[in-house]
């Protein structure tokens, strides 16, 4: 998937090894890579949250605390006990 740098950086290229990037620069990502928030898809569309980020700020909006490396099972356990309160 390609992404626009939007300021000049220095990020993890694909290979992993930090590279100097420009604004304006393309790079193409893998589907799974973890890509700085500054870099814009080069299609326009916004990237899905994944699950896990989607239960966190369902936790969130419920109140409850979010554990910092808690599985989704974990998350989805915890979101049925605060519905139930």
Same mark, same amino acid.
């Given at each position: ?25 393309v ?13 814009? $898809?080069?299609?326009?569309? $916004? ?28 998350? $989805?356990?915890k ?7």
């Amino acid at each position: 998937m390609k992404y626009i740098c939007k300021k000049d950086c220095y990020v993890k290229n694909p290979q992993g090894i930090f590279q100097l990037f420009k604004a304006g620069d393309v790079v193409d990502y893998s589907d799974k890579a973890d890509v700085c928030e500054h870099f814009k $898809r080069a299609d326009g569309k $916004r990237d899905e949250p994944d699950e896990k980020e989607k239960l966190k700020s369902q936790l969130k909006e419920l109140g409850e605390s979010v554990p910092a490396n808690a599985s989704v099972a974990t998350l $989805r356990k915890k979101i049925k006990e605060a519905q139930e309160k």
